[in-house]
């Protein structure tokens, strides 16, 4: 979420807000001069970098919603005497497709599972999560998951996720090839008109115009860091009351510069809250 909210600001790109992240999350420890990998105090699990780089492609070029068709998961550099079972939920976690040992074909390093749903091609739209189960004589266990978006797919390539892209394996050394991946093979049924986050994004825009936030300056300039600052909120006639710890040191302008952004609109009106919120006032 954050290094999201770092991409809508306009001033990272994907890979930048995640490194970014990474970074002030790294802390030295304690003078043993050791410091932890930023990999692993960063965002770690591959699903959700991707869709980081997803929400940055997205501000972008506004990719629609794609209705698509699933027509084949191939587990590249693979091999197993185990059946592969596939599994599709959506966001809610609802089962939209569970494959059966008839759909796997074992190639010579591979395995293909084509998907057909009563017959007919199977169709996902939007948030699709794909499990991944092997099917032993004793019992059934999950190898790995990922998400992926269609509004991201491409049909001429498809999308192919090696092991470092796939939630629970990103981390192996052992069991799985250098070279294993997966490749999802898609056709575009459809383009949706409809772009709920669009109406999401209205709606937000619209609750922050109707909300209005007061910053009161401490009563005497001769404040040590930390500064306290109570913030008030207005909306819909009802008022919160929050009290905000500042490091003095962090602040890139002057206190009297940052009490006057804060407080005055233009012509003296009431401050606008989309201001208040992107005012460069402190580091982080």
């Given amino acids: 979420m954050i290094c999201s909210y770092l991409t809508y600001t306009g001033k990272y790109s ?32 591959p699903s959700q970098r991707r869709y980081v780089h997803y929400f940055y492609e997205y501000l972008n070029h506004k990719n629609p919603i794609r209705k698509v068709i699933l027509k084949k998961i191939t587990l590249q550099n693979y091999e197993t005497s185990a059946s592969v079972i596939i599994r599709l939920t959506d966001f809610e976690h609802n089962v939209l497709y569970q ?6 074909i074992k190639n010579s390093n591979s395995i293909d599972v084509a998907f057909k749903y009563d ?25 790995f998951h990922f998400w ?39 056709d575009t049924v459809g383009v949706l008109d409809h772009d709920p986050l669009e109406e999401r994004r209205e709606e937000f825009l619209r ?21 306290e600052i109570a913030v ?17 040191n962090s602040v890139t302008t002057t206190w009297e ?22 005012a460069d006032t402190v580091d982080e």
């Fill in 119 to 143: 017959g007919k091609p199977l169709e996902v739209q939007g948030d699709v999560l794909i499990h991944v189960f092997k099917k032993g004589q004793v019992n059934t266990v999950e190898l």
């Fill in 99 to 104: 494959s059966n040992e008839n759909e796997m």
């Fill in 148 to 186: 992926i978006n269609t509004r991201f797919v491409n049909d001429l390539e498809g999308v192919t996720l090696i092991k470092t892209d796939i939630d629970g394996i990103h981390r192996d050394t052992k069991k799985y090839s250098k070279e294993f991946k997966i490749n999802c093979q898609f």
């Fill in 14 to 45: 994907a890979e930048e807000s995640l490194k970014y992240y990474g970074n002030k999350r790294t802390k030295d420890d304690q003078g043993i001069g050791l410091i932890i990998s930023l990999t692993k105090l960063g965002v770690t699990i």
């Fill in 207 to 227: 609750r922050a115009r109707d909300t209005n936030v007061k910053v009161e300056k401490p009563t005497t300039d001769d404040v040590e860091s930390p500064v």
């Fill in 232 to 248: 008030s909120v207005s909306k819909g006639g009802q008022t919160s009351n929050y009290l905000l710890e500042v490091d003095r």
């Fill in 257 to 278: 510069n940052v009490v006057e952004q804060n407080t005055e609109g233009e012509n003296g009106s009431e401050p606008d809250v989309e201001k208040i919120e992107t």
